[in-house]
């Protein structure tokens, strides 16, 4: 199974400020997407993001708020730009491995992030 | 996307089984079943899948009924570890599609 890592693992940031953040996959991988979730709620996704090419972004997220970058079938990089306090979320890198009828998707440690 | 819905909560005693519903009425032909789950603190976790057989792993077995229209998550005995929240989540089988969470059932383990 892929291993994820992410940095920051947790950060505190003024309002006004952008953040990025690092996914990290030991193998390559043909999928991966960025979700956020609130303080006590479910998991949001954000956008799935494209290797080579413009992140797909779910209704709701904007790529001028939550620019997103895959260079390459290991690596993408999710920025929360201008951050206000209603950002404080953890957000979570997740990959799908293959292309095989039925593919599990795995989730990073996520990323803790308080605006103030 | 058809919806699913669960318990908003369960409790369970350690070591005895846990059976958790999940109504998915509006399931299409070629929607899978996964169950995933999140342990406090960390990103949520595979636990299983299914199309239309019952469905046995080592973490747990899923049931799903004849129509398709509901299924059960089973742990065999619980174990503190298993408190978590548990989403069953639908997407289709024709290609692969991302996984959309729902509120999920948050399940406590008694010890």
């Known amino acids: 199974s892929a291993v994820i890592s992410q940095k920051p693992s947790r950060d505190i940031c003024q309002r006004g400020t952008s953040l990025t953040i690092q996914c990290q996959v030991d193998?390559?991988?043909?999928?991966m997407f960025w979700y956020r979730q609130q303080p006590g709620q479910s998991l949001t996704l954000i956008a799935t993001?494209?290797?080579?090419?413009?992140?797909?972004?779910e209704s709701g997220f904007v790529i001028d708020k939550f620019p997103i970058s895959r260079p390459n079938l290991t690596f993408s990089t999710l920025t929360v730009s201008n951050m206000s306090p209603e950002d404080s979320s953890i957000y979570l890198c997740?990959?799908?491995?293959?292309?095989?009828?039925?593919?599990?998707?795995?989730f990073g440690p996520g990323t803790r992030l308080t605006v103030l | 996307d058809a919806k699913t819905t669960q318990p908003n909560s369960m409790e369970s005693n350690e070591e005895e089984p846990v059976h958790l519903p999940c109504n998915h009425s509006?399931?299409?032909?070629?929607?899978?079943i996964h169950w995933y789950r999140q342990l406090p603190s960390q990103g949520p976790e595979y636990v299983i899948h299914?199309?239309?057989s019952n469905v046995n792993n080592r973490m747990a077995s899923l049931a799903i009924a004849e129509d398709r229209k509901s299924s059960t998550l089973i742990l065999h005995r619980a174990t503190l570890r298993d408190a978590a929240v548990y989403y069953c989540?639908?997407?289709?089988?024709?290609?692969?599609?991302?996984?959309?969470f729902g509120p999920g059932t948050s399940l406590s383990v008694i010890p």
């Open positions: 997740s990959v799908v491995e293959g292309l095989r009828t039925y593919n599990e998707q795995f």
């Open positions: 193998s390559q991988v043909t999928m």
């Open positions: 993001a494209n290797q080579g090419s413009e992140a797909t972004y």
């Open positions: 509006t399931i299409s032909g070629t929607d899978y």
């Open positions: 299914g199309l239309t």
């Open positions: 989540i639908l997407s289709r089988a024709t290609s692969y599609d991302k996984v959309i």
